[in-house]
């Protein structure tokens, strides 16, 4: 195998200007690409400053399991600064609670789909 990372999620949106201002606006991610596609929707990706996965906003149909709102995990280097910063931006941000694998908390986009955001302990840390 020569697979070297994921390289992007994709998230259903109700509206790509709405979803791209809460990601870029709120959660300091850079805006990638943003044009049209040739079925005439909007391919906007999103991703975390140097990150080499981002995400993709899309209002065409995302076919799989489940069809409802998506959950993904962040990670932070420090959750109480960045818990402070999205609730300023006015996000409801649920209080981090400690874990096995770290400190974590949860946060829902404009679309409702779940936002982990952890602080991992040297336990929690994904090999590599």
Do not use: N
Not at 11 to 20: G, M, N
Not at 101 to 125: I, Q, Y
């Amino acid at each position: 195998m020569t697979i070297t990372h994921v390289q992007f999620l994709t998230l259903p949106v109700a509206d790509h200007a709405r979803a791209r201002d809460f990601y870029v606006g709120k959660l300091g991610f850079e805006a990638l690409v943003d044009r049209r596609t040739p079925e005439g929707g909007r391919f906007v990706l999103v991703a975390p400053k140097g990150a080499k996965t981002g995400v993709v906003l899309t209002d065409q149909p995302v076919t799989g399991a489940g069809g409802g709102p998506q959950h993904f995990q962040l990670q932070s280097t420090d959750l109480d600064a960045d818990v402070a910063a999205l609730r300023a931006a006015g996000v409801e941000v649920a209080d981090p609670q400690v874990r096995p694998w770290g400190r974590a908390t949860s946060f829902r986009d404009v679309d409702g789909h779940t936002l982990g955001l952890l602080e991992p302990s040297d336990f929690g840390a994904v090999p590599r």
